[in-house]
């Protein structure tokens, strides 16, 4: 999937399909912090950047190699 065609700011419905999770599973992964989210009202955004820096991250703790931060 093309990272072009989200925007900056998504919303929990565009970082589900992202990540091919069920919307409601992005937004408890928000709600508990597991995710780079910001709450605004009631509507929680995810800035891209951050998600895939969090997705490298993941992936290099879930190899086994350090990761920085």
């Given at each position: 999937?093309?990272?072009?065609?989200f925007?900056?700011?998504?919303?929990?419905s565009?970082?589900?399909r992202?990540?091919?999770?069920?919307?409601?599973?992005v937004?408890?992964?928000a709600?508990?912090?597991?995710?780079?989210?910001?709450?605004l009202?009631?509507?929680?955004?995810v800035?891209?950047?951050?998600l895939e820096e969090?997705i490298?991250?993941?992936?290099?703790?879930?190899?086994?190699?350090?990761?920085?931060?």
């Amino acid at each position: 999937m093309e990272n072009e065609s989200f925007p900056q700011i998504m919303t929990i419905s565009q970082v589900a399909r992202y990540l091919g999770l069920h919307e409601l599973t992005v937004r408890r992964l928000a709600r508990e912090g597991a995710i780079p989210a910001l709450k605004l009202g009631r509507q929680w955004r995810v800035k891209r950047d951050l998600l895939e820096e969090w997705i490298e991250k993941r992936s290099m703790r879930n190899l086994g190699k350090p990761s920085e931060g």
